[in-house]
């Protein structure tokens, strides 16, 4: 009895530990620890708290992210400072391919890594682009899945930043 | 049950060979790009990396080819997999952590059947089982005819002519 126990204990730890996760509009955004795309040590969502951030999830294999990142780096020129970033995050990808992506794109924001998904994981991501935008609280107030276009950025996003320059 | 304890411990010592990591490794062989892409997986896809097409499959791949023209081994290459994409990325759970119960828990379970097994044969001769009524005594063969029974057996015999 104890063996079987033991054997049902195990699925269900197993099924618990790898199970649906995500966030929801209101919830607090998982701010788990991942490594720097560019330098060195860790870096993660709770270093912004006080400021609104677009985490975006990318990779360089991914078609839509090479069209987004223009517009997500022009957004970031335009709105990016102590109140607002961007922060990119590269999801199951190859960190050679990463590094060459930001440096294509020339992207200025903060990149993290997460070569397992684990983070993409807990958002709840689908795939890849998929953009949370996170107050200053850490609570999602946005969620789009699928790439972002200069006019969503504009008008989704931009009026929510108060004291962004306009 | 000190003979069970044996074989038990025998069983569970032929098994441990099946699972990587608890046993010693052989020799490691050079990396082959084909075998290599039926041994990991594509994260992203959630398939056998051999079977994948996807983009991300593609860079995995080429990732692959490079190592193994740069002449790395299988284990190096699988390490390094394993730092881009996390232990994921391999097809069969490394021996450690909680991925170790993958191995072990088909063995303790086999262990635990076998032991409940002989336990159970064990109680089943005590109580008689396979026993005659006569307890340690083997059974004996059913007598013959006796009495009345063996005069109407020769009397019928007698009615056909043989």
Partial sequence: MLAVLAVVGLLVYGLASKGSSGVALGDEAPASALPRLEGRGEGSLSEYRGRWVLVNFWASWCVPCKQEAPALESFQQRHGGPRFTVLGVDSRDLEGDGRTFVERYRLSYPQLRDGNGEAAHEFGTTGVPENFLVDPRGRVRLLQRGPVTPEYLREAVAPLLPGARS | ?162
């Fill in chain 2, 1 to 162: 049950m000190r003979a069970l304890g044996a074989i038990a411990a025998a069983l569970a010592l032929a098994l441990l060979p099946a699972a990587p990591g608890l046993a010693a490794q052989p020799a490691e062989p050079p990396a082959s790009l084909t075998e290599l892409e039926g041994e990991v997986m594509c994260p992203v896809c959630g398939t056998l990396l051999e079977l994948a097409e996807s983009p991300q499959a593609q860079r995995e791949k080429a990732f692959i080819a490079r190592l193994v023209a740069e002449g790395r081994s299988k284990a190096e290459v699988k390490e390094a997999l394993v730092a881009q994409y996390g232990e994921e990325v391999l097809a069969l759970p490394q021996g450690s952590g909680f991925s170790l119960s993958a191995y072990l828990v088909p063995i303790v379970a086999f262990l635990i059947a076998l032991i409940a097994l002989a336990l159970g044969v064990r109680r089943w001769r005590r109580s008689g089982g396979g026993r005659g009524a006569n307890g340690d005594r083997p059974t004996p063969p059913p007598a013959g005819p006796t009495g009345e029974d063996s005069e109407r057996l020769a009397a019928d015999l007698a009615k056909y002519d043989l």
